[in-house]
C-alpha cells in the first residue's frame, strides 16, 4: 500500500513556464516532506523540504506548498530551464520517529528549449 | 570533500546466486542508508546503520542483509539472487539519521539478475 503517491509519472513543459509535480500521501503522521532530484546515472540530491507547521518554502526558482487537510503537496519550478529535466521523488517522514523517508514512485520531467 | 562512492557501479547476477555491494560514506559521516530502486516501486528502504549497528530495517526479506565497518564503510548482502531483485540499489550517508536534509546519495550499484 503506497502511502506516499506521485500520480504522473511523467510532465512535460517549455522552458520559461512553470512546472508543476504533485504527491499525496495517505499516512496523517507524516509531518515532514521532501523533494529530490535524479538525474541519470546519479544519486538523488536534496531539493527542498517542508514541515508540517508551515504551508509553503521557498528556495529560489523551487517552491513547495503543503496543503494537509488535502494531504497534498506540489513542487513549482518556475522558471522552468532545460537543465530541470530529471526525475523528481517526493517523499515524508515522521520526524519524532524513525526518520526514515517513504518515498513516491516520481515524476519525470522533461523541459523542452 | 570525496562524495558517496559505491561498487560496483554494474554487476550481473544468475538467479541463486549472492551478491555484496559495498558504500564508502561521506568522511565524518556514521550513518548509511540502503535503498532498493525499482520502476515499479520507486525508492523502498532497506535498511540503515548508524555506528555499526542496524537502526532501523525496511520491509524486506532476510536474504537481504547488510553491515557496517568501525570506518564507516557499509556492505549489503543478497544471498539466493531472485529475478525481482534487479534493480538499482542506492546507498546514501549522513551524519545521524535526524540530518534527513543533508543525507547524500551515492550513484548507486545497477544490479541485473539473469
Known amino acids: 500500500d503506497q502511502q506516499v503517491k506521485q500520480n504522473s509519472p511523467s510532465l512535460s513543459v517549455q522552458e520559461g513556464r512553470i512546472s508543476i509535480l504533485n504527491c499525496d500521501y495517505t499516512n496523517s503522521m507524516f509531518d515532514y516532506f521532501l523533494w529530490y532530484k535524479k538525474y541519470p546515472a546519479e544519486g538523488p540530491t536534496f531539493l527542498i523540504s517542508?514541515?508540517?507547521?508551515?504551508d509553503k518554502n521557498e528556495d529560489g526558482r523551487f517552491t513547495v506548498f503543503l496543503n494537509k487537510s488535502a494531504k497534498h503537496l506540489s513542487l513549482h519550478i518556475v522558471p522552468s530551464q532545460p537543465g530541470d529535466s530529471a526525475v523528481y521523488f517526493c517523499?515524508?517522514?515522521?520526524?519524532?520517529?524513525?526518520?526514515?523517508?517513504?518515498f513516491g514512485r516520481g515524476t519525470s520531467l522533461i523541459v523542452h528549449p | 570533500k570525496a562524495g558517496v562512492t559505491q561498487t560496483p557501479r554494474y554487476l550481473i547476477k544468475t538467479r541463486g546466486q549472492q551478491v555484496t555491494l559495498s558504500c564508502s560514506p561521506i568522511s565524518g559521516h556514521r550513518s548509511v542508508s540502503w535503498y532498493q530502486q525499482t520502476p515499479g516501486q520507486g525508492l523502498q528502504f532497506l535498511f540503515e546503520?548508524?555506528?555499526?549497528?542496524?537502526?532501523n530495517k525496511g520491509n524486506f526479506p532476510g536474504r537481504f542483509s547488510g553491515r557496517q565497518f568501525s570506518n564507516s564503510r557499509s556492505e549489503m548482502n543478497v544471498s539466493t539472487l531472485e529475478l525481482g531483485d534487479s534493480a538499482l540499489y542506492l546507498c546514501?550517508?549522513?551524519?545521524?539519521?535526524?540530518?534527513?536534509?543533508?543525507?547524500?546519495f551515492g550513484p548507486g550499484t545497477r544490479l541485473t539478475v539473469l
Open positions: 546503520y548508524f555506528s555499526e549497528t542496524q537502526r
Open positions: 546514501a550517508s549522513s551524519l545521524s539519521s535526524r540530518y534527513y536534509n543533508e543525507q547524500f
Open positions: 517542508i514541515s508540517s507547521i508551515k
Open positions: 517523499a515524508a517522514l515522521i520526524s519524532g520517529g524513525s526518520y526514515i523517508p517513504t
